[in-house]
Each structure stands twice: as structure tokens, then as C-alpha cells.
């Protein structure tokens, strides 16, 4: 789903943190919860306006003072996970802030076209 948070960059970023403790489960799990929550938050914009080839763009502030904490705390795969879950949710879902389907073509690591999803669709319905 784009603009939500995986769950693998929490508990590596808490085994490096933390070690080996028997809570490590709960405490990815409740930073987790903690930044779900935050990209909920309509009232947090982290968001900065740049230009690019005559262009203006609206981007994720990597120097948001959240994010920055985020970075300092734990590790540069959350921090990463959840600047890319912000850009996901202001490019998908503005107003809402949910995490909103996409198709999505795993071979490629993009997002997939019509024509190849409509594709899939016709080639799964032949079999």
C-alpha cells in the first residue's frame, strides 16, 4: 500500500539499537505504532517547496525536526521508510492521509501501467 509503513525497517533498526533483548518484538512494534500514528497527523507537514529545472516541487524535509529526531534516534532505513510513507501519502492521499492501493509491477520495482495490469488481468483470467 502506498504511504504505509513496512514493519521489517522498525525491527532492524531496533536489533541495532537495542541488541538482543527479549522485548525487541514491542519496541519495533511500538515505534511503529508511534510513526503510523504521526502520518496520521493532518497537523504535521514536513513538507518544503524547492525548485528543479524551473520547477517548483513540494518535498519530504529531510531537516523536519521529527524526521531529524527519527534519524538520530534509531536508524537511516527509518528515517528512509518513513520520508518515502509522507511522500507516498501527500502524492496519493492529501487530504485523507491513508494508505492507498496501487498496482505495482514487482519485476520491475515500479509502478505498474494500465495496459500491463489490464495485461495481467487477461492473461490470469485465460488460465
Excluded at 46 to 75: C, H, I, S, W
Aim: charged letters at 30%; proline letters at 4%; aromatic letters at 10%.
Amino acid at each position: 500500500m502506498m504511504g504505509s509503513l513496512e514493519e521489517l525497517p522498525f525491527k532492524y533498526a531496533c536489533r541495532i539499537k537495542y541488541g538482543n533483548e527479549d522485548d525487541l518484538e514491542a519496541k519495533a512494534s511500538v515505534l511503529l505504532s508511534v510513526w503510523q500514528k504521526q502520518l496520521k497527523n493532518p497537523s504535521w507537514r514536513p513538507f518544503k517547496t524547492v525548485e528543479v529545472d524551473g520547477k517548483t516541487q513540494v518535498v519530504v524535509d529531510g531537516d523536519d525536526a521529527k524526521l531529524m529526531q527519527l534519524r538520530n534516534e534509531y536508524d537511516d532505513i527509518v528515517f528512509s521508510a518513513v520520508k518515502v510513507a509522507v511522500a507516498e501519502l501527500r502524492e496519493y492521499s492529501t487530504a485523507e492521509r491513508y494508505p492507498m492501493p496501487e498496482l505495482w509491477n514487482f519485476g520491475e520495482g515500479r509502478k505498474a501501467t494500465v495496459v500491463e495490469a489490464l495485461s495481467c488481468i487477461f492473461n490470469h483470467l485465460k488460465k
